[in-house]
């Protein structure tokens, strides 16, 4: 068994509204930072795991990014794997 | 004025308890996914901004991370930067 980590990014859809991330780029302008075209939140999820091929880890990640990670009607994934 | 892609990434600090991340990775567990020995939840934020030069930008950036992204007493942040 070989040890995994994988770091998950969840963003919302493009074609969907971020009111969190609206509001922190009107924060940012009264704060006085100036250029800031677009801002969006999503999420970040890192997770060590074991597993004995890569192909497992990509087939774990996949059923947990559908079923317990991301919104899919709203949120794209993506995710990147390392050996460690 | 040139563009920038700017990722944050901000994750609790290692000694901050992550009951969000326990609950998924023991959501994990039942599903069936097993091997997975941790989890933790952090956010991400995707922003496109103008600047003259990239150290403009980190100065930005590190205002908004100190100021409005990121809690420093629990959280860490990151970010990587990409000219457009």
Redesign the interface.
């Known amino acids: 068994?070989s040890?995994f980590l994988v770091k998950v990014?969840?963003?919302l859809r493009p074609s969907v509204l971020d009111p969190a991330?609206e509001a922190?780029k009107s924060?940012?302008n009264k704060?006085g930072?100036d250029?800031?075209?677009?801002?969006?939140?999503?999420?970040?999820?890192?997770?060590?795991?074991?597993?004995s091929h890569e192909n497992e880890v990509k087939e774990?990640i996949e059923?947990?990014c559908d079923?317990?990670?991301a919104n899919n009607v709203i949120e794209d994934y993506e995710y990147q794997l390392e050996k460690k």
């Open positions: 068994m040890q990014f969840i963003r991330g922190i924060a940012a704060l930072v250029g800031i075209n677009s801002l969006r939140i999503g999420k970040l999820i890192e997770t060590e795991l074991e597993a774990k059923l947990l079923r317990l990670f």
